[in-house]
């Protein structure tokens, strides 16, 4: 079996975030290693929640992580990104806390072993396959703008500039290029025209996509100015645009749970 980290990046998803961990049932844990739950400096109750739901459902072999600072998106990826290669997983699957997409339209690809063939897999809302629940026509319609639009920019076919359950190779990710790239939403979309960029092997596969109880942290027109400027330095200059490097040194965290410890019967 192939050493797989699942990450669940989280920011004040008390709500979902249950849900969420109920998708990691006993056969979506015949492919995963282990997962992290990165706490994004939440201000509700979502730490609380997470290390409750633990105490009840020792199965997960799971750590709680929580941000020094709230890092944004962008920053609990590359604090998850960087832990994937310093503990040597092969792979590391991305599910967002807030319940939207589920883990087992990834399962296909992990039943054949087919993500072996890929530097990554990115989940879309837009395939022709894909199902979308209470999700608003004015959104549809603003996607399917951008993803044509970067398509006819990047000249390759793109379907969504980035969902909430993707699946990297770590042997990809080794080089750390996303280090410089922003802590904010437009994170997924640097990684997408980055991996366009170096010519990695990447694929879309079909989401089952659904708005609930979701609170969405974007907005629309301002994401909207900043993806459009990136196009613009993608089209222009994008070997200065994928040049810029922070370091790890930056995003520090807290393990705040530990099932390993707690296995031992330490405390966190």
Same mark, same amino acid.
């Given at each position: 079996?192939?050493?797989?980290?699942?990450?669940?990046?989280?920011?004040?998803?008390?709500?979902?975030?249950?849900r969420v961990l109920d998708q990691i049932d006993?056969?979506?844990?015949? &492919?995963?290693?282990?997962?992290?739950?990165?706490?994004n400096r939440s201000t509700d109750n979502t730490e609380k929640t997470i290390i409750s739901y633990i105490n009840m459902n020792k199965k997960i072999p799971l750590r709680l992580l929580r941000n020094d600072e709230n890092y944004g998106l962008g920053g609990s990826h590359k604090i998850a990104f960087n832990y994937a290669v310093e503990h040597e997983f092969e792979y590391i699957i991305v599910l967002? *806390?807030?319940?939207? *997409?589920?883990?087992?339209?990834? #399962?296909?690809? !992990?039943?054949?072993? #087919? &993500?072996?063939?890929?530097?990554?897999?990115l989940g879309s809302r837009f395939l022709k396959q894909s199902k979308l629940i209470n999700y608003s026509k004015f959104r549809i319609f603003g996607n399917h703008v951008f993803n044509i639009l970067v398509s006819l920019?990047?000249?390759?076919?793109?379907?969504?500039?980035?969902?909430?359950?993707n699946l990297y190779k770590t042997e990809y990710l080794k080089e750390q290029f996303?280090? *410089?790239f922003p802590d904010t939403l437009t994170f997924n979309v640097y990684l997408l025209l &980055?991996?366009?960029?170096?010519?990695? #092997?990447f694929r879309f596969f079909p989401l089952s996509w659904r708005e609930e109880d979701q609170i969405s942290n974007a907005r629309f027109f301002k994401q909207s100015r900043e993806? !459009?400027?990136?196009?613009?330095?993608?089209l222009f200059d994008r070997k200065k645009l994928f040049a810029v490097k922070k370091k790890a040194e930056n995003y520090t965290y807290e393990i705040i749970y530990d099932y390993k410890k707690c296995d031992r019967g330490e405390e966190g």
């Amino acid at each position: 079996m192939d050493k797989i980290l699942l990450f669940i990046p989280a920011y004040n998803c008390e709500n979902q975030i249950i849900r969420v961990l109920d998708q990691i049932d006993r056969d979506i844990l015949k &492919y995963i290693s282990e997962v992290i739950v990165v706490n994004n400096r939440s201000t509700d109750n979502t730490e609380k929640t997470i290390i409750s739901y633990i105490n009840m459902n020792k199965k997960i072999p799971l750590r709680l992580l929580r941000n020094d600072e709230n890092y944004g998106l962008g920053g609990s990826h590359k604090i998850a990104f960087n832990y994937a290669v310093e503990h040597e997983f092969e792979y590391i699957i991305v599910l967002h *806390g807030d319940d939207q *997409g589920n883990i087992n339209d990834l #399962k296909p690809y !992990l039943n054949t072993k #087919k &993500y072996r063939k890929f530097d990554s897999l990115l989940g879309s809302r837009f395939l022709k396959q894909s199902k979308l629940i209470n999700y608003s026509k004015f959104r549809i319609f603003g996607n399917h703008v951008f993803n044509i639009l970067v398509s006819l920019v990047t000249h390759s076919r793109v379907s969504d500039l980035g969902a909430g359950l993707n699946l990297y190779k770590t042997e990809y990710l080794k080089e750390q290029f996303y280090m *410089g790239f922003p802590d904010t939403l437009t994170f997924n979309v640097y990684l997408l025209l &980055y991996g366009i960029y170096s010519e990695s #092997k990447f694929r879309f596969f079909p989401l089952s996509w659904r708005e609930e109880d979701q609170i969405s942290n974007a907005r629309f027109f301002k994401q909207s100015r900043e993806i !459009l400027f990136l196009l613009f330095r993608f089209l222009f200059d994008r070997k200065k645009l994928f040049a810029v490097k922070k370091k790890a040194e930056n995003y520090t965290y807290e393990i705040i749970y530990d099932y390993k410890k707690c296995d031992r019967g330490e405390e966190g």
